[in-house]
């Protein structure tokens, strides 16, 4: 079964913590991203990498860090410079068919809480 | 960069076919318009995509004008699984291979 895995389901975390959320796909998707999102909004992108070895920053860069080592892997670090962490985490992959059409498929999310 | 608006929420009944419309005003020439739905918790899920007149698959419908400027997502006959909030998203090919951009979306409420 194909899909898109993130772990855990619920974290809880002190003030000042790092903490790492995972995120893996075997879709052979070279595309992944990861989103927050927050009560009642939509979802915002944090960091994005089209290929291994290769990311980008979004919109709320801010705090966190990423790595692509692997095609599979795309884990997220919150770091303790991010100053609300507490939130919805969504993991994402996609593939360009090269005609703009770009189909994300979505993980079931980690949800954050640091306190 | 093409920015969607469509209604912060309606409501329907099961049975009732819904229509959400979504306007694009600034949608660039090689862009699709892609729906998505979420659940409470959950990820988004793709419902549909389309580049121009009319899209239908087992779950809904996508009906786009010749000017590209806006879409209308059809769910025909919801039921109150279909409780859920809808984002209309298109694809931005500025410098971004393969971003989205999610708004608010709509929230859709089905009552029996």
């Known amino acids: 079964d194909g899909g898109i895995t993130q772990s855990p389901k619920y974290l809880f975390r002190k003030e000042g913590q790092n903490v790492t959320l995972s995120c893996e796909q075997n879709?052979?998707?070279?595309?992944m991203y990861w989103y927050r999102q927050d009560p009642g909004q939509g979802l915002r992108l944090i960091y994005y990498?089209?290929?291994?070895?290769?990311?980008q920053k979004g919109d709320i860069a801010e705090g966190y860090s990423v790595s692509r080592e692997k095609k599979e892997s795309f884990p997220l670090t919150v770091t303790s410079a991010q100053k609300n962490p507490t939130a919805f985490y969504l993991c994402?992959?996609?593939?360009?068919?090269?005609?703009?059409?770009?189909?994300?498929?979505f993980g079931p999310g980690t949800r954050l809480t640091v306190t | 960069l093409a920015k969607t608006t469509q209604p912060i929420s309606m409501d329907s009944y099961e049975g009732q076919e819904v229509n959400i419309t979504c306007s694009h005003n600034?949608?660039?020439?090689?862009?699709?318009i892609t729906w998505y739905q979420q659940f409470p918790s959950q990820g988004p899920r793709f419902i549909i995509q389309?580049?121009?007149t009319k899209v239908t698959n087992e779950v809904a419908s996508l009906f786009i004008p010749a000017d590209r400027k806006s879409s209308t997502l059809s769910l025909p006959r919801v039921s109150l699984s279909d409780t859920a909030v809808y984002y209309c998203?298109?694809?931005?090919?500025?410098?971004?291979?393969?971003?989205?951009?999610f708004g608010r979306g709509t929230q859709l409420t089905v009552w029996p």
């Open positions: 994402a992959s996609s593939i360009e068919t090269g005609t703009g059409n770009y189909e994300q498929y």
């Open positions: 990498s089209q290929i291994v070895n290769d990311f």
């Open positions: 600034n949608i660039a020439t090689n862009d699709y």
């Open positions: 389309g580049y121009k």
């Open positions: 998203l298109v694809g931005d090919r500025g410098s971004t291979l393969g971003r989205l951009y």
């Open positions: 879709l052979n998707h070279d595309a």
